[in-house]
Nanobody
Framework: QVQLVESGGGLVQAGGSLRLSCVAS????????MGWFRQAPGKGRELVAA????????YYTDSVKGRFTISRDNAKNTVDLQMNALKPEDTAVYYC??????????????????WGQGTQVTVSS
């Protein structure tokens, strides 16, 4: 069983920065594809960024390219999301997720089978 625990959310003004962190349990973290999703009120859950098991491949949704950076440390079982130049439309609950079976960087929400509890990010204008 894999457990994921997020931290780092909060309230920030537009243009500011936040860094989200996710710690994963499990001995084979280096085999997991990791993703950060978000869900705004009244909207579906969307993939924001994902990183392959080795860290060599990444994906970003268009709206965050150039502003957000996903990274992982397989020695520490952590995956981070550095968020810069935040906008009010980035306001959402952010979730860390793990895909234990796929190769590469899957974009389908259903590929991710372990989820954290979520952390709130609120960007004020």
């Amino acid at each position: 069983q894999v457990q994921l625990v997020e931290s780092g959310g909060g309230l920030v003004q537009a243009g500011g920065s936040l860094r989200l962190s996710c710690v994963a349990s499990g001995r084979t973290f280096s085999n997991y594809v990791m993703g950060w999703f978000r869900q705004a009120p009244g909207k579906g859950r969307e993939l924001v960024a994902a990183i392959s098991a080795s860290g060599g491949n990444t994906y970003y949704t268009d709206s965050v390219k150039g502003r957000f950076t996903i990274s992982r440390d397989n020695a520490k079982n952590t995956v981070d999301l550095q968020m810069n130049a935040l906008k009010p439309e980035d306001t959402a609950v952010y979730y860390c997720a793990a895909d234990l079976r796929s190769k590469g960087v899957p974009l389908n929400l259903n590929s991710y089978d372990h989820w954290g509890q979520g952390t709130q990010v609120t960007v004020s204008s």
